[in-house]
């Protein structure tokens, strides 16, 4: 799994922990709707640390909770 697989899986995790669709989610997180649908479709291979800060902040926890996980600690080394 790489940076976007596994960006994109944890936003997914978390809204649907809070049981709220992406459409509420760019809502609460000041975001456009594009943006979240951009990553979540896989269209942005590369989605700002900005904009990972303001999704954070709509879901109410720290950028370092967002990036607490397995997955992101056994991500595959993208530079070959």
Known sequence: MNITE????????????????????????????????????????NPGISTIKKICDGLQISISDFFDTETFRNLEQEIK
């Open 6 to 45: 596994a960006t994109k899986e944890r936003i997914e995790q978390l809204a649907n922990e809070k049981g709220i669709n992406f459409c509420k989610l760019a809502t609460i997180s000041g975001i456009p709707y594009t943006t979240i649908k951009s990553i979540i479709y896989s269209q942005s291979n």
